[in-house]
């Protein structure tokens, strides 16, 4: 097999797509793979199922303290602030924070959101249906998960384009759309809005604390961490998190959901013979797309995976994409879209400690939208190529023209 060898590290080699070729290598010849880095440093790809899976369920192992998001090393400062965010912490700490918001997404809460979900929804398609066109991604895929995390943090709804703003500039910061292809003028934007969001937290933090709801920030406010309420700077943190991860990855899902759709219509024709087939879909969706493509973790002490000798320090990449794409775990059509793929026990949401918190209710978000897509406007197809996010850490659509029949 002769393939291009790619820079994982360069949002550049992402715009085209997912370099799925390249990974597919890898899996075969180079399973755990030293990927350089611009600054004489490096970092493994760890891009088997398997070995993504071993390193994700051992946080004392492999720890996200020395950053996750992102793979270059944060200065002393930044990566102190970034140490009070859930996905840069380890057990025990990460046990104790994750509970306070984990009543906020139980089985009985997402149920509970159902029909709440639903009319929003049948809103967000009302207004785009009897125009026979539209951005997908801006007046469907964002509207759902903005208007929901918008409601669950008790954020005013006319405000939930603010949070889109934040979260392009910050996940898209090397975007020229949103910031810049520069590396010092992208930590710039992302900085100045990191300081807009914190600010508005601080703002909303005020009013809960005076005037608490039903909402998450009020719990988040008034909630006690060994025996301590939570600091300005968590409580920013936890907003921070809440608000990228409640949409960010949902927007670009449904987005990615819906490409795949229109370009495997085979798969499209047969869930619209057989809307049972929905649950299953989804969750293809959710492996074929993957929208976290990865995570970074450190390495505690020397050790070995899959054959390589990884020392004390190192950095470890866990791409979620490519484990998705193991033919060893998902057979010989991994490399094939099947909405009744089954068992399909992709690694979309993460896996071990750091699994998705939101996942439930992404999944009754993603549902809901294709359902009511489906059934009211069922032509609806790619009426341009999609404009991806210049990104090597999310799997991103920016704009996504689409044309369908008019519909009331």
């Known amino acids: ?27 075969e010849e180079d399973p ?9 440093s490096g970092f493994w790809a760890v891009t088997r199922y398997d070995d993504v899976v071993t390193v994700s369920r051992d946080p004392g192992l492999f720890s996200s303290w020395q950053g996750s998001a992102l793979v270059a090393d944060l200065p002393p400062d930044d990566l102190e602030g970034m140490r009070l965010q859930l996905i840069h912490m380890d057990p025990p700490e990460h046990t104790a ?57 008790g954020v005013p709804r006319e405000d939930r384009w603010r949070l889109f703003d934040w979260s392009n500039r910050l996940i898209g910061m090397e975007d020229p759309e949103y910031g810049s292809e520069d590396a010092a003028e992208a930590d710039i934007t992302a900085k100045v809005a990191l300081v807009e969001m914190f600010q508005y937290a601080h703002e ?45 990855t949902t927007r670009n899902l449904i987005s990615g959901g819906l490409q795949a759709l229109c370009e495997h219509p085979e798969a499209r024709t047969r869930l619209l013979a057989d809307p049972a087939l929905l649950p299953t879909t989804v969750e293809e969706m959710l492996r074929w797309v993957s929208p976290v493509m990865q995570f970074r973790r450190t390495a505690t002490r020397d050790t070995e995976l899959a054959g390589r000798e990884i020392a004390q320090g190192d950095k ?31 690694l979309a949401f993460g896996f071990g400690t750091h699994f998705c918190l939101g996942a439930s209710l992404a999944r009754l978000e993603i549902r809901t939208m294709f359902a009511e897509l489906l059934g009211r406007l069922p032509d609806l197809e790619l009426a341009g190529a999609p404009e991806r996010l210049r990104s090597s850490f999310i799997n991103g659509i920016k704009h996504l023209p689409v044309r369908f029949t008019p519909a009331p």
């Open 97 to 153: 924070l994750r509970a306070i918001v984990n009543r906020a997404f139980t089985p009985r809460m997402i149920a509970s959101l159902r029909d709440h979900v639903a009319e929003l929804t049948t809103e967000i398609v009302d207004a785009v249906a009897p125009k026979g066109e539209c951005d997908f991604v801006t007046e469907v895929a964002a509207e759902l998960p903005l208007q929901v995390i918008a409601e669950t943090l």
């Open 316 to 346: 470890v990449v866990v791409y979620y994409g490519s484990a998705n794409r193991d033919a060893g775990v998902f057979g010989p059509t991994a490399d094939r879209f099947d909405g009744a793929r089954a068992p399909n026990n992709h």
């Open 1 to 27: 097999m002769s393939v291009r060898q790619v820079d994982l590290n360069d949002a550049d080699t992402f715009v085209a797509g997912v370099p799925h070729e390249w990974f597919a290598w890898l899996r």
């Open 204 to 248: 909303l933090a005020e009013r809960k604390r005076t005037e608490p709801a039903g909402d998450l920030c009020s719990v988040l406010v008034h909630a006690e961490v060994d025996g301590r309420r939570l600091t300005d700077i968590e409580f920013n943190m936890f907003f921070f998190l809440l608000v990228i991860a409640g949409n960010e």
């Open 32 to 40: 755990v793979h030293r990927n350089p880095e611009l600054d004489g």
